[in-house]
């Protein structure tokens, strides 16, 4: 099946293992993607705080790019749920609201663009693989059963709210991830906070109201005793993996629970290696719990930083904690 | 109201359904465009399509057909027969160049106030953009088609 | 026939029409540019309906000798009779007069004065066309078959029947359970006032049992109406309960017997069980038994028969099959009661994950005396007792997501399910709600009484229910996640049990209920009735009536006073031995039809016979409804409508166009 | 022209085909009576006459005119109106004259259209594109031929009527039948009916006149009769042939139905209709046997041609008339 | 917003954040149950509670709405949202007092004056080369708001640069020029609000 893809910004690079496994369990559940040419940042949640029209024109753009370079009918992925709630947002009020969609198009005319609200269905990766593909396919691709792998289902927000288009799931406690994590031959453990906010961007403009987010779910991993966390956003990984630290030094917790994307667990069902998964990025240590699955993850080799550019800004001297 | 075309709508409402929609449209004080002037029937399946030629030629712009919804009906199953009737008079009437958006039908329960309030409402916006009708069957339309100038009158030839 | 002498009269309604519509121009323009078409007075009045309102009526046609009258002023649904009567008190045939609604088609939905004031010179000028030809005729009389149908054996039907069955009249109720008493037999206490349900409930539903005037049908449905007002034909489909009813004595044995338990989702609101041969509940009436076919294991394996072994009268009938039988009565009373809404929906809320999430009719159950747990309240686990429990107002109710409207019953319920858990527990009791609404007699004191009992009110919808704790305290506990919307912040408060005080919704099978008994739904799917404050319990269909929640979210004093409302106007045309309907009939002259059966299948009452002999259809008028459906189609015009004639309407379009379509010269009167 | 005592009779065609000419002729023996008794002045199709000499004639001096063909030209209205002034009784005679008959299915075209079919259209021979003028000059001086109007109309809607003949053409024993009559009341021996009543046919429909079994209807399906094969005795209708019998006046016998070929309607409506058409199509459609709106569509496809079906002989009197692009040309 | 037959006049704070809001917010229709409020995850952390701003926009306190910190603390989960027993867009509408507050230049009073800091500094970049750029947007970010939270913030982003996780220069898209054009007309058409 052939589908447009959308990577967004986060999967460039700090969720880059996120695109690499993603394109990995593509291929053998014979997934075609054809990425958007020359996309542009959905402007996450933060365009919108400042401009409406020019949020909605900046997604827009990316919209306008899937209808001109796709063929017709053919539906526009967005593995980060950020960028596929900002795709289905702007699509859906540019066609419930006359005025802001032909603001947005005299914008996009600006630029020698033009897009019909409607013409592009935006879905998350989440959504093809158990609907299109559907469960069977992926069960019959397991080679390597996650057996005995205890594993916390995160869904996070925005997958499942508001459900602007391609609503495929319960918006209060989706369980679409369970069952595919099931036939992955994991033991999905029961995870009430499954659907609840992983701080977004608070890290950034009021730590203590974040790590209070990012502390109830990793509490309530702790408690239905998960050896992984499976999510299926970037922003939601970034905040359970890299700042689980700050959780623990803030709370005076302990909790050590890795966070992987289910594309990686996917694809070591599938047999797939811990490299091509670009397994070994996270912060949390995955190895301790992979190995219950007979996983080896080669250490991460030090990447050699490179020639710094014009733009780069000075990068602050600090002396180096252990 | 400018001086824009104001569109002449008749409307055919049954007794038990829309026109009881009316009614509560009324009651609830829901507002509607005031070109829809409304005949009671005991059913939609009294429509006749004779009133709706005759609505037309008699000077309507537009003619909105309502009913019970299907299933519901007062008298089991007689908006089928209307619905029947509407269809195939507005294949007839489309020949004879009435655009099909001229009619309309509708069906309303009698708690569908509100529906019935927007559907006039766009039924007057869609008539109004297809302008007046004005079927010249009398008066002066008629005068003007059936004219012919003096100097075209025939006269007989006498050598 | 001499031109018709038209007067025409003109409502203010106070402001109602006189605010939007220039009434005293309507009229004068009616005396003037109407006289060529027979107007000969011409008078705007405040209101038409009143008497003087009539008397002006009445006074013209005595003194000018009116022949013909239109009135403009509200919907003819409302002041028809009002004024025909006037016209009839004036020795004027009342069919003669035509009432044109200007109020709800003209004031009421239009702002612009211009508009509304030409579009009502339109309505008139249209009535004057019409009246024109309207025809003396007299009302059409049918015998009333003195029988009543009740359908459904909750309160409400149960209240109808006594009444009409006392008055002397003969009731068949019909009853879909094995026994009635519907919801009110599943309650323990009964708001405000706390007696027990059971003990104001169960001598009513022996009287249905005994009463020689009723008939019981229960473990029955109806399956098919047909007739008019007066003369129903109904078609009753018993199921079989594989228990002969005249040989068993209701002694129980067979359900002691009986070897299989199952959960009874019906009348235990799946808190508790039940055999497979079973009656509801003890005082059920009628007491015989019925076997549940889909789990009996001589059903299912074609052995057991235990019950059959046991049974002291050899009542039990494995043969039995259903049986289809056919009532005629003349009027029928609906009271088919409401469904439960399902709490599941509403997923934050955690019913049926979480295990001690209960819903109001589970609660019910629990406490009643008679219920699973002998009236102790327990957790799910059936032996601790909750130290603190919540109740949740508005599940489902006044919210969007699911029902839009307000359930009526739930503030009572969760304030008696309050005093309840209390009484029953001590323990700490919560109530989150958005409104209180305590309006009928006694109700707000229940209220006060129970902030006595210091129940915690807690102003704000309920976010979610939840067992993910935040620190020890919260540990095994379920948490109520709320904004207290008093004090502005949000609350988490830990308890034992959360109650849900689920919404009313309609049965769901309202939509064929409606459609086999002719009648419209709301959009939310209760049952419309004939008019909202003014005729609450009569139905657009003529002879039958609605009471208790199939009209409704309502509580029990409520559904009585509709019960006993139904059935006081049942009794009344009973006792009228027959009714003057509207005679809006079609007729066929024999001397037109070509018998060319055209009309034949178009009529869904078979009121259309066909003579073979004179080849000429003819139209039984006793069984015509008048939807006019036949005059529509006849090809030949041979068949004409009484009331509705083509005659009427068209002069009608002429009338509504005439004013502002210039050029339509309307030609004299044409003499029939 | 002898002047004798007899009364004088006139007939006429207008916009018509001469078939009515045929079956007043086709009444064999009786055309003697009509001789016998009246002095014909006027009948183009049988005798030379100039319309000066009916000017000249004394108003009123015709006692009886028989009016055949449709107002399609100022002509046809010229002499309508001529010869309404010069007679005493007028008939509508024959479905042009009542209602347009086939000249009114022009009526759903413009002039334009109906002229370019018949002048420029690959079966007309017409290399130079000469298209007809009205006025046209010869060494003789100017010739002049009758101006077409937008639309066809009728008879009456040119000039009041005193009886309609219906039928296209009218049968003969219907119009033998009234020949009589008028002889009769000439003699005194009968009374003339009500002015405006419709004369030599039946105030049923058809069906009252055919023979063919008949039960309750339900049409799946639309059916063009040379694609099936039709039971001689069943109601063509049921059969899913649309025949316009049960819509159409009788007088006529129903000879097309006892032929196997359904009603065309060329007695027009039924006494007190107001529009023939509608009353077909209302029958038609209700007896349609589908709830299901896209099944219905796809039933109705069956009547490729609704206008021309249910018009057919009735446009012209019909309440709409003509189409738009009639007038608006 | 539902269109009911009221006289003319100025537009009031409560219309004009309906106006500013895309698509039709429902805002009217707040019963106060707070549910929002109720929901909200950093609600215990807001001035205000969603409702409780409701009824002060209701009220016209507009300086007290735009300088309260709850739109800034919204995390755009979305359930008062879907939970919104009147279907009320909340979260859009949190977005919209976002944008009034920083055209009023309110947000400084509040108690999160940092927060649109963020949201400037993450699209300057956008702006400026099509894709967000993380390490530019924390340390410039940081720089300029948290100086002090740098120290902490530093070892985060040594390790997401261990990690291969951030880049040390931005990528640019090709349209550059295309988007910026696009995005000014956007803002010329906002301004006319």
């Given amino acids: ?271 797939l290696s811990a490299q091509e998964l670009g397994i070994g990025k996270e912060f949390i240590d995955p190895r301790p719990a992979l190995a219950k699955i007979g996983v080896e993850v080669p250490p991460p080799e030090e990447p050699k930083p490179k020639k710094p550019s014009k733009e780069e800004l000075p990068m602050p001297r600090m002396p180096e904690e252990s | 109201m400018s001086d824009q075309f104001e569109p002449v709508i008749i409307g055919f409402t049954c007794n038990w359904c829309s026109y009881r929609a009316a009614d509560m449209a009324g009651t609830a004080r829901m507002k509607y465009a005031p070109n829809v002037r409304l005949i009671r029937l005991m059913c939609s399946g009294r429509l006749d399509p004779t009133f709706v030629l005759k609505a037309l030629a008699g000077g309507a712009d537009g003619v909105m057909i309502t009913g019970c919804h299907p299933g519901d009906c007062h008298y089991v199953s007689q908006n089928y027969k209307a619905m029947r009737r509407f269809l195939l008079m507005r294949r007839t009437l489309k020949q004879m160049g009435v655009e099909p958006e001229r009619l309309k039908l509708v069906w309303a329960s009698a708690a569908e106030g509100a529906i019935f309030t927007d559907e006039v409402n766009k039924f007057v916006e869609q008539v109004r953009a297809l302008g007046s009708l004005h079927w010249p069957t009398s008066g002066e339309g008629y005068e003007q088609m059936f004219a012919i100038p003096e100097h075209m009158i025939a006269k007989e030839v006498t050598p | 026939m001499a031109q018709e002498k038209i007067g025409v009269y003109v409502c203010h309604c106070g402001s109602n029409i006189a605010g939007t519509v220039d009434v005293e121009d309507v009229a004068k323009w009616a005396a003037e540019q109407l006289h060529h078409r027979g107007v000969v007075v011409a008078r705007d009045y405040k209101f038409m309906c009143s008497s003087l309102g009539q008397e002006l009526i009445e006074k013209d046609i005595k003194q000018l000798g009116l022949t013909r009258v239109v009135v403009a002023a509200c919907s003819p649904h409302l002041h028809e009779r009002t004024f025909r009567t006037a016209c009839k008190n004036a020795g004027l045939n009342p069919y003669l007069c035509e009432l044109v609604s200007i109020r709800e088609q003209v004031s009421w939905v239009h702002t612009d004065k211009v508009a509304a004031t030409e579009k009502a010179k339109a309505i008139i000028s249209g009535g004057v066309e019409r009246v024109i030809w309207h025809e003396a005729l007299e009302p059409l009389k049918v015998p009333i078959h003195p029988a009543t149908l009740v359908v459904g054996g909750g309160i409400a039907g149960i209240q109808a029947a006594l009444e009409i069955a006392d008055a002397g009249f003969p009731v068949y109720m019909v009853e879909r359970e094995p026994s009635i008493g519907g919801h009110m037999a599943q309650f323990d206490k009964t708001f405000p006032t706390l007696d027990c349900s059971a003990c104001i409930l169960t001598p009513k539903m022996v009287d249905v049992g005994n009463h020689p005037n009723i008939t019981l049908m229960t473990w029955s449905e109806v399956m098919r109406v047909d007739g008019y007002v007066g003369n129903f034909q109904v078609t009753v489909r018993q199921k079989p309960r594989y228990v002969k009813t005249e040989l068993c004595t209701g002694c129980g044995i067979c359900q002691e017997k009986c070897p299989k338990k199952v959960i009874d989702e019906v009348f235990e609101a799946g808190l508790g069980y039940r055999k497979v041969v079973y009656t509801p509940f003890p005082q059920a009436v009628p007491n015989y038994p019925v076997i549940d076919r889909e789990n009996c294991t001589y059903f299912i394996k074609g052995t057991c028969k235990a019950c059959q072994k046991f049974c002291p009268t050899e009542a039990i009938d494995f043969e039995q099959k259903e049986e289809f039988i056919q009532i005629d009565v003349g009027q029928i009373i609906l009271a088919t009661g409401y469904d439960l809404f399902d709490p599941r929906k509403i997923a934050q809320y955690g019913y049926g994950r979480l295990a001690n999430v209960f819903s109001s009719l589970e609660f019910e159950r629990f406490t009643n005396a008679a219920g699973p747990t002998g009236g102790k309240l327990y957790l799910r686990d059936g032996v601790t007792v909750p130290k603190t429990v919540a109740i949740i107002h508005c599940s489902g109710s006044r919210d969007k997501n699911y029902n839009n409207y307000c359930s009526n019953i739930c503030c009572m319920q969760s304030l008696k399910f309050a005093h309840l858990a209390k009484e029953k527990t001590g323990a700490e009791v919560y109530n989150f709600y958005i409104d209180i609404r305590t309006p009928a007699k006694a109700y707000d004191e229940f209220y006060q009484r129970v902030l006595e009992e210091g129940t915690h009110m807690i102003r704000g919808r309920v976010a979610e229910v939840t067992d993910a704790a935040r620190g020890t305290k919260d540990e095994g506990k379920l948490i109520v996640q709320v904004e207290d919307t008093l004090i502005g912040k949000q609350r988490r408060i830990p308890v034992d049990m959360v109650i849900l005080s689920a919404a009313l919704v309609p049965r769901k ?85 070509s018998g060319c059966r055209i009309c034949n299948n178009l009529c869904p009452f078979n009121a259309i016979l066909f003579h073979e002999d004179r080849m000429v259809s003819e139209v039984n008028p006793a069984l015509c409804q008048g939807c006019g459906t036949c005059v529509a189609g006849c090809p030949a015009g041979a068949i004409t409508g009484t009331g509705f004639s083509n005659e009427q309407v068209l002069a009608q379009i002429d009338g509504l166009l005439l004013h502002n379509i210039k050029h339509l010269e309307m030609e004299a009167v044409p003499v029939p | 022209m002898t002047t004798n005592g007899k009364p004088k009779f006139a007939m006429y065609w207008a916009a018509s085909c001469g078939g009515c000419e045929i079956a007043v002729l086709n009444i064999h023996e009786k055309i003697l009576d009509v001789d016998a008794n009246f002095d014909v002045v006027f009948w183009p199709v049988a005798m030379d006459a100039k319309y000066k000499d009916v000017e000249a004639m004394e108003d009123g001096s015709i006692l009886l005119t028989l009016f055949n063909g449709a107002i399609r030209n100022d002509e046809n209205e010229h002499v309508a109106k001529l010869l309404r002034r010069k007679s005493k009784i007028l008939v509508a005679f024959g479905s042009c004259a009542n209602e347009g008959c086939m000249p009114a299915l022009a009526n759903l075209s413009s002039v334009q259209e109906m002229v370019d079919t018949a002048f420029s ?98 049409i799946k399906k639309f059916e063009r009769i040379q694609h099936v094969m039709i039971d001689p005795e069943l109601c063509l209708l049921e059969q899913g042939i649309l025949c316009s019998g049960p819509a159409t006046r009788s007088g006529c016998n129903a000879l097309c139905p006892a032929a196997g070929s359904p009603c065309i309607g060329c007695y027009g409506p039924a006494d007190g209709v107001l529009d023939y058409g509608s009353r077909l199509m209302t029958a038609v459609a209700s007896v349609i046997d589908s709830n299901d709106p896209d099944e219905i569509e796809h039933i109705l496809d069956g009547i490729p041609d609704p206008a021309g079906q249910f018009y057919r002989f009735n446009l012209a009197g019909s309440l709409m008339r003509f189409s738009k692009s009639a007038w608006q040309g | 917003m539902a269109i009911a037959t009221t006289q003319a006049r100025a537009p009031t704070f409560f219309d004009r954040v ?176």
Avoid at chain 1, 40 to 49: H, K, L, P
Avoid at chain 4, 149 to 168: E, F, K, N, S
């Fill in chain 1, 1 to 271: 099946m052939k589908y447009g893809y959308y990577p967004g910004c986060s999967l460039e690079k700090n969720a880059a293992s996120y695109d690499m496994s993603a394109k990995a369990v593509a291929r053998p559940l014979g997934i075609e993607f054809q990425e958007l040419q020359d996309w542009n940042c959905c402007g996450a949640s933060e365009y919108i705080s400042i401009n409406r029209v020019a949020a909605y024109s900046l997604v827009a753009r990316n919209l306008s790019l899937a209808e001109t370079q796709l063929e017709k009918g053919t539906d526009l992925v967005a593995p980060c749920s950020l960028c596929f709630l900002n795709l289905t947002k702007a699509d859906q009020y540019m066609q419930e609201d006359a005025p802001l969609s032909a603001k947005v198009n005299t914008a996009l005319n600006a630029g020698g663009m033009h897009y019909d609200p409607g013409s592009i269905h935006t879905r998350h990766l989440m959504h093809i693989i158990t609907e299109d593909i559907g469960l069977d396919e992926v069960a019959a691709r397991v080679i390597r059963p996650l057996t005995g792998l205890r594993v916390a289902a995160y869904y996070g927000c925005l997958i499942v709210r508001p459900g602007f288009q391609s609503k495929f799931d319960n918006f209060e406690y989706p369980t679409s991830l369970d069952r595919l994590m099931k036939v992955c031959g994991a033991q999905v453990v029961d995870f009430p906070l499954r659907a609840h906010c992983c701080g977004g961007h608070m890290t950034q403009i009021s730590q203590p109201v974040a790590l209070e987010l990012i502390r109830r779910l990793l509490e309530n991993a702790a408690e239905y005793k998960a050896d992984v966390i499976v999510t299926l956003c970037p922003m939601c990984q970034l905040n359970l993996d890299v700042y689980q630290a700050d959780v623990n030094k803030y709370f005076k917790t302990n909790y050590n629970i890795p966070v992987l994307y289910f594309t990686q667990l996917m694809g070591l069902a599938f047999g």
């Fill in chain 3, 509 to 593: 099978d309202h939509h064929e209920t409606a459609r086999m008994f002719g009648l419209s739904c709301s959009s939310d799917g209760w049952l419309i009735e004939r008019h909202p404050k003014l005729d609450p319990v009569a139905t657009m269909t003529e002879g039958i009536f609605i009471a208790g929640c199939a009209q409704g979210p309502k509580d029990i004093p409520a559904s009585v006073a509709q019960g006993a409302a139904a059935a006081a106007r049942v009794i009344g045309k009973i006792q009228q031995h027959e009714i003057a309907m509207e005679p809006v009939r079609a007729t066929v002259d024999q001397e037109k039809c």
């Fill in chain 5, 18 to 193: 309906v106006a500013a809001t895309p698509g039709d917010p429902h805002l009217e229709m707040c019963i106060q149950c707070g549910t929002c409020g109720g929901s909200c995850p950093s609600g215990p952390d807001m001035d205000h509670t969603p409702r409780a701003l409701f009824a002060m926009i209701n009220a016209g306190m507009i300086e007290k709405v735009l300088s309260s910190n709850t739109p800034w603390y919204c995390v755009a989960c979305y359930y008062c949202m879907v939970r919104c027993p009147q279907q009320i867009h909340i979260t859009d509408i949190m977005y919209t007092l976002k944008r009034m507050s920083i055209q009023e230049g309110l947000y400084q009073k509040g108690s999160a004056p940092e927060a649109p800091g963020f949201s400037q500094t993450f699209i300057d970049y956008v702006e400026n080369y099509g894709r967000s750029f993380e390490l530019g947007l924390a340390t410039r970010y940081h720089l300029s708001y948290h100086p002090l939270d740098m120290m902490k913030m530093a070892p985060m982003g040594i390790g997401m640069l261990r990690k291969g996780r951030m880049d040390l220069t931005p990528k640019k898209i090709k349209g550059m020029d295309q988007l910026k054009s696009i995005l000014a007309k956007a803002k010329e058409l906002e301004a006319k609000l």
């Fill in chain 4, 121 to 218: 259209t690959i079966t007309t021979d017409n290399p130079n594109g000469i298209r007809p003028q009205v006025t046209f000059t010869v060494p003789e001086g100017d010739l002049h031929i009758p101006q077409l109007y937008p639309a066809v109309r009728t008879l009456d809607q040119i000039v009041p009527v005193d009886y309609y003949m219906p039928g296209c053409p009218p049968e003969s024993h219907q119009i033998a039948a009234v020949i009589d009559l008028v002889i009769q009341v000439l003699q005194g021996k009968a009374e003339l009916p009500p002015a405006g009543t419709v004369i030599g046919a039946g105030n049923s429909t058809c069906c009252d006149e055919c023979k063919r079994k008949r039960n309750e209807k339900l």
